[in-house]
T-cell receptor
């Protein structure tokens, strides 16, 4: 069964303390892996799409990487405004259904 | 350019009543998706439209849910009759191609009492 597992469930960092979020996936063929940011009361906001193992993408303090079994979202020198829930999702190769993980709640303290 | 919009933002109804949620995708996006997040759970896929056709409705919970996309523009999701377990946040997303980035709306929070 296709599955997406994110860890940790919650992460508390001090401002400037770099860390990584993990997304492990099991799908029958990967069409794409997506990272979203979600703030309370809002819809998911797109961050990155990764298509193949070895691919990396960066945006400001965020960097996403992909292997055949997992993806990491690296956060370098986070700021309080980076506090949000980060969602990982995969689109399986056999169709266009998107499967979401439960998310990692990130708290960055000044 | 306007993003994905959803209406209403909140809806509170009694069990057994009918509710219709609306989603207006980004202009020009042929692909439209409905998702639902119930309390404490992950966002779950409900269905996928390509223009006005249902491409995949495997995530629809049961026949109390009816989605339509007349003319390939906006979409509605009707719940009739609503049950307590239907409470949650319903998200709509749209994309240009089926493998392109999906852009999400703000969601409709549905509470069934």
């Amino acid at each position: 069964e296709d599955q997406v597992t994110q860890s940790p469930e919650a992460l508390r960092l001090q401002e400037g303390e770099s860390s990584s979020l993990n997304c492990s996936y099991t799908v029958s063929g990967l069409r794409g892996l997506f990272w979203y940011r979600q703030d309370p009361g809002k819809g998911p906001e797109f961050l990155f799409t990764l298509y193949s193992a070895g691919e990396e993408k960066e945006k400001e303090r965020l960097k996403a990487t992909l292997t055949k079994k997992e993806s990491f979202l690296h956060i370098t020198a986070p700021k309080p405004e980076d506090s949000a829930t980060y969602l990982c999702a995969v689109q399986e190769g056999g169709g266009f259904k998107t499967i979401f993980g439960a998310g990692t709640r990130l708290f960055v303290k000044a | 350019e306007a993003g994905v919009t959803q209406f209403p933002s909140h809806s509170v109804i009694e069990k057994g009543q009918t509710v219709t949620l609306r989603c207006d995708p980004i202009s020009g996006h042929d692909n439209l998706y409905w998702y639902r997040r119930v309390m404490g759970k992950e966002i779950k896929f409900l269905l996928h439209f390509v223009k006005e056709s249902k491409q995949d409705e495997s995530g629809m919970p049961n026949n109390r849910f009816l989605a339509e996309r007349t003319g390939g523009t906006y979409s509605t999701l009707k719940v009739q009759p609503a049950e307590l377990e239907d409470s949650g946040v319903y998200f709509c997303a749209s994309s240009q191609g089926a493998t392109d980035t999906q852009y999400f709306g703000p969601g409709t929070r549905l509470t069934v009492l």
